[in-house]
């Protein structure tokens, strides 16, 4: 029978093999992109000024692995600033070659260079003089040929023991999908507001909103002459709910705030009597409209405070509570 001692042994060896057998698949996996990286020439730029001057959109298309890897490629141009999506390629044979026009440029991707059911898009693409760049490892391959560019993939074998499953293929294609992204992102100027506008779900949604995103403006912002006297001010507080009430000056400028918290503070028989001016906070602490929520969120927990007006030259555009940003997931 097995002791603790002989399968506490068994599970060490069997973890050190594991562990040397993922160091080996990385190993392999560097060095195949150094081999791309090393390969690389002028062909990169002419396909980065074909795609940067279509009109049209960017297609990928691949078969099998090279197509879920041609998917990711579509996602991240799209996401970034090149309209681009995914034609399957057995699906353009039914009919969805008509998604793509002679004003795109099609991405064909297969790492042999042989994938039959790419033959109807390379031919549609020829007929109708379509821009095609291929990615594979054999520019003399049925892909290659039909290529205007041809984005050579490093022959350098895979990380498979077997030397059969798609590995350090599909990751040196995913690494140069990458690379077309970031190149055309720096070409474009592609901006984090414009980021922003691509993502306005989940957590990089979030994490790129802007104050004037979540803020509270016009009529929804609490706002008062500075001479108001504490009856209007409290009415002011209860009715816009947010737990402040701003005050200005003729001008317009912003030149103090009063909470709920300072009211609480300063309470007394008398507080009615006094004039907003005499209990606000002067010159509070502001923030651009253009500024990143998440710079809202630090000021007001290093300032210990619940709301922020958001001002131009000096006169309030809008108001932005933590809440309304705990709200987003902006923490």
Known sequence: MMTATDLSTNLNKLANSDIVSAKRTIDKEIETLRVMENELDI?????????????????????????HIAKKIAASLASTGTPSFFVHPAEASHGDLGMITEDDVIIAISNSGESKELVDILNYSKRFGIKLIAITKNPQSSLGKAGDIVLKLPDNGEACPLGLAPTSSTTATLVLGDVLTVAMIERKGFSKAQFNQRHPGGKLGSVLQKVSDLMHKGDEMPLLPSDANMHDTLLEMTSKRLGCVGFTDKSGMLIGILTDGDLRRCLS??????????????????????????????????????NLFAVVDGKPVGVIHIHDCLDKGIV
């Open 43 to 67: 062909s990169l730029t002419k396909a980065l000024d074909m795609m940067q001057s279509a009109s049209g959109r960017i297609i990928l298309t691949g078969m099998g692995k090279s197509g």
């Open 269 to 306: 028989n008398d507080i009615l009597t006094k004039r907003a001016y005499d209990v606000m906070t002067k010159n509070p602490k502001v923030i651009s409209p253009e500024s990143m929520a998440t710079e809202a969120v630090k000021i007001m927990h290093d300032k210990k405070i619940t």
